[in-house]
């Protein structure tokens, strides 16, 4: 791999895609330290400093934003906005005809639908600045610190606080977009891997500090390279399904007759599920915090049966949740029915199917048993990194998880292989041997 990064940055113009990359990385880092004005630096570092509230139920959106989030800097809503507004595009497609008829139209359908989620994008970061800077204000990030956050509570400084974060969202969500044109890989994963690498040697420090430092140090890294090496086996295994393509005059040239394959991939879901669920779990932990010291007997059952990340109910809806979602997305992103037209109208067929539907009821049958093992297999994944943390006496909010593993390996392995196509068009041998 060494080799690979040295015959890399010997290519000039690969070189630059590569520097050009690092440094709008390093830009979206420096933002991440940059306060929102309105924000009292000092008691927002005395707060985390006294590891009180720990981020509670905003522990996952503060693990994507690479820890601006807590500190409300400037990215505090890193790309999560433009993540949510992509997501929501995606099912309006299934939804609204005519945004199923613009992503048919090839790259003007999609340029529009494009503009169609960055306006999304603004009008999510809106609503969700203005949730965050209000929590600030009352306390909902660090319910036990006593400092002011905010201490000026004016209205102009508010506005100035929402603008400040709609407008780092849009500078984030526009370095995004030019990593993607003029760098290496899609540039909303790397923003979102650099976000979650950067709250990696914070969570080792966590466990080093720890009662039994050696021993709970030891097993969590055994534990997350057994994981990272599953994930990686799954994450590159297929289900090809052969694909024959009939000979065709067109004119006086003989078309067709080659063959080919559809890659079903065993998790074709990605990460999705994973963000889903652990989003959805956690409107319990919020409602509870929202109630405070109450007596009530209904909260007292969430916070022992569905808030503790530990409890039997809590991991048996977490599997549930990551099934439905897997499934959920599968159907949503990948459509049996279109793939069965498109074969038949170019004159392919699956051997042994009959082409049309026949070949969408076939095709339809395979991903069902592929998202099956698919789904299961994330559950294991989410579940195993937190069950060795609890398991060991650690915290288990914790951001050594499933959905920091999923993207970190899967953003990485994306990467290399757009690397090494570059260095393969230039007939280098490249990072895989």
């Known amino acids: 791999m060494l080799s690979g990064f040295l015959s890399a940055f ?34 927002v570092q ?7 509230g720990g981020g509670g139920p905003l522990q996952i959106l503060n693990l994507f934003s690479g820890g601006a989030l807590l500190q409300l800097s400037v990215f505090a809503l890193g790309i999560m906005p433009y993540i949510t507004a992509s997501i929501m595009v995606q099912l309006l497609r299934v939804l609204i005809p005519r945004f199923e008829a613009l992503q048919k139209e090839g790259p003007d359908g999609q340029a529009k639908l494009t503009q169609y989620t960055r306006y999304i994008t603004v009008g999510f970061a809106t609503l969700q600045s203005a949730s965050y800077v209000t929590m600030a204000r009352n306390g909902v990030f660090f319910p036990n610190c006593n400092a002011e956050i905010v201490p000026d509570q004016s ?17 984030v969500m526009w370095m995004g977009e030019r990593i993607t044109e003029r760098g290496i890989g899609n540039g909303m994963s790397l923003l ?54 009939a000979k065709r005059m067109v004119g006086r040239r003989m078309l067709g007759g080659s063959s080919t394959y559809i890659p079903l991939k065993i998790n074709m879901a990605g990460v999705i599920p994973v963000i889903f669920a652990a989003s959805l779990l956690q409107l319990p932990v919020v409602i509870v915090q929202f109630a405070g010291n109450s007596s009530s007997p209904w909260v007292s059952w969430l916070q022992n049966n569905v808030a503790r990340t530990s409890s039997p109910l809590n991991i048996s809806l977490y599997i549930v949740l990551i099934i439905f979602f897997a499934y959920f997305y599968t159907a949503i992103t990948f459509n049996p029915t279109d793939v069965a037209d498109n074969m038949k109208k170019y004159g392919g067929f699956i051997p042994g199917i009959r082409p049309g539907q ?15 093992a698919g789904s299961l297999y994330l559950a294991i994944a989410a579940l195993v990194p937190t069950m060795s943390l609890v398991l060991l006496g650690l915290n288990a909010s914790i951001p050594l998880g499933a959905t920091t593993i999923l993207i ?13 196509a570059q260095l393969e068009q230039r007939r280098y041998e490249g990072f895989l041997k």
Do not use: H
């Open 358 to 372: 026949p070949t969408a009821d076939y095709l339809d049958y395979v991903l069902s048993r592929i998202t099956a």
């Open 155 to 171: 209205w102009n400084t508010i506005t100035t606080m929402v603008l400040t974060m709609v407008a780092g969202t849009v500078l």
């Open 408 to 420: 970190l390996v899967g953003v990485g392995l994306d990467t290399v292989k757009r690397i090494q």
């Open 10 to 43: 010997r290519t000039p113009d690969l070189r630059k895609k590569l520097l050009f990359t690092l440094g709008i990385l390093a830009i979206y880092r420096l933002g991440v330290a940059v306060p929102t004005p309105g924000v009292s630096y000092s008691n």
């Open 46 to 52: 005395q707060c985390i400093a006294s590891n009180v």
């Open 192 to 245: 979102i891997f650099t976000s979650v690498a950067a709250s990696f040697p914070g969570a080792i420090g966590t466990i080093w500090n720890s009662s039994d430092r050696v021993r709970n140090t030891t097993v969590v890294l055994l534990v997350l390279l057994a994981v990272i090496a599953a994930v990686v086996y799954v994450e590159q295994s297929q289900r090809r399904i052969p694909v024959q393509y």
